[in-house]
């Protein structure tokens, strides 16, 4: 292959898109998340709901929705699972009979505390310093807002 074509090549190299890395590295650290949620009866996305709630109880899902950057249609079938495991609760608001609200159930709140676990794990099998974690965090974050913002979202 001449030098021309090798450097044509190069923008398309899998090894150069920044779209690989993040995704290799989700695919990774969803692994991780798995085998740490196994334990709990969660899958990563149903961990995700259970944190929003325990940030704040009763919030409808629109709001988790909101929080999780997913729409209603791939949200409710996570939260008939949760509530199937009885985990929570999903009940009409009585201020706006449209929303669902969903609360946690006494056994939601008690998985807490085996939950509080898995973030001190995953900051292990990363084998970063905090202050790392919390910098790439940091630009994850700023990438995503960038992204949502450009001309082609």
Excluded at 4 to 20: H, I, P, R, T, Y
Excluded at 125 to 141: A, F, G, I, V
Aim: glycine share 4%; net charge positive.
């Amino acid at each position: 292959m001449s030098d021309d074509a090798k450097s044509e090549n190069s923008l398309l190299d899998l090894d150069m898109q920044v779209c690989f890395a993040l995704y290799s590295a989700q695919l990774a650290m969803n692994k991780v998340y798995r085998k740490l949620l196994k334990t709990l009866g969660l899958t990563y996305p149903q961990y995700l709901v259970m944190m929003v709630l325990w940030e704040k109880d009763g919030q409808s899902v629109s709001e988790i929705g909101d929080r999780l950057y997913l729409d209603s249609a791939t949200l409710t079938p996570l939260l008939k699972r949760l509530e199937s495991a009885e985990l929570v609760k999903r009940a009409r608001s009585r201020a706006d009979e449209r929303q669902v609200e969903i609360r946690l159930t006494g056994q939601g709140k008690k998985l807490r505390k085996s939950a509080e676990a898995v973030p001190e794990a995953v900051l292990c099998s990363t084998q970063c310093e905090p202050d790392q974690l919390l910098q790439l965090r940091n630009d994850l974050h700023s990438l995503r807002r960038r992204l949502a913002s450009s001309d082609l979202n």
